[in-house]
């Protein structure tokens, strides 16, 4: 059974600083990886998603970045703004299913 | 602007009543999940349909839950009947084909009393 887990639960910065998070999963036998932003009370939006077959992917100060070998993926926000504050989650789709298998995610606080 | 919408947003229920989500899936997506996000569990898979058919429901207790898509415009999960155990957030999500990109509804606050 797939199992995807993040670390930190929870990360505090001041802005303006660079940040990764992580995001590990036991199967390595994935489709694609997707890294989504939740604020609170809010449905998850989407920021990047990598297919198996890429390393990493980038969207202006956000590059994600995939190792599936391993079973890990990184996500690196450049220059942090106290609007990136917010849960990231993670989730994986397994081969042969097209369910998102989610990690708890790491809730970021960008402080002025 | 292309959106998944649910309704409610909010619904506060006795326990033992029936509980009905609906979803509107963003048009000419022919995949549609729902998802159950709780403190302890986080996001868990409930079910999901590619055209308008369930491939995957084993996430969802069947004895009290069910889902359906009526047509390719509405999604609907039912809970009967409810219990306190089942107060979450709700989430719907569609996408343009399998294995792509999933866009997320903003979710139904469910809480039973």
């Known amino acids: 059974k797939q199992e995807v887990t993040q670390i930190p639960a929870a990360l505090s910065v001041p802005e303006g600083e660079n940040l990764v998070l992580n995001c590990s999963f036991t199967?390595?036998?994935?489709?694609?990886l997707q890294w989504f932003r939740q604020d609170p009370g809010k449905g998850l939006t989407s920021l990047l998603l990598?297919?198996?077959?890429?390393r990493e992917q980038t969207s202006g100060r956000l590059n994600a970045s995939l190792d599936k070998s391993s079973g890990r993926s990184t996500l690196y926000i450049a220059a942090s703004q106290p609007g990136d504050s917010a849960t990231y989650l993670c989730?994986?789709?397994?081969?042969?299913?097209?369910?998102?298998?989610f990690g708890k995610g790491t809730k970021l606080t960008v402080n002025p | 602007d292309a959106r998944v919408t649910q309704t409610p947003r909010h619904k506060v229920t006795e326990m033992g009543q029936e509980v009905t989500m609906r979803c509107q899936p963003i048009?000419?997506?022919?995949?549609v999940f729902w998802y159950r996000q709780t403190m302890m569990q986080g996001l868990e898979l409930l079910a999901y349909?590619?055209?308008?058919?369930?491939?995957?429901d084993s996430g969802m207790p069947k004895d009290r839950f069910s889902a359906e898509m009526p047509d390719a415009t509405l999604a609907t999960l039912k809970i009967q009947p409810s219990e306190p155990r089942d107060s979450a957030v709700y989430f719907c999500?569609?996408?343009?084909?399998?294995?792509?990109?999933?866009?997320f509804g903003q979710g139904t606050r469910l809480t039973v009393v």
């Open positions: 999500a569609s996408g343009p084909t399998g294995y792509t990109e999933a866009f």
């Open positions: 199967d390595s036998a994935i489709y694609n």
């Open positions: 990598i297919q198996s077959s890429q």
């Open positions: 989730a994986v789709t397994q081969g042969g299913s097209e369910k998102l298998v």
């Open positions: 048009l000419g997506h022919n995949t």
């Open positions: 349909f590619r055209n308008r058919a369930p491939l995957d």
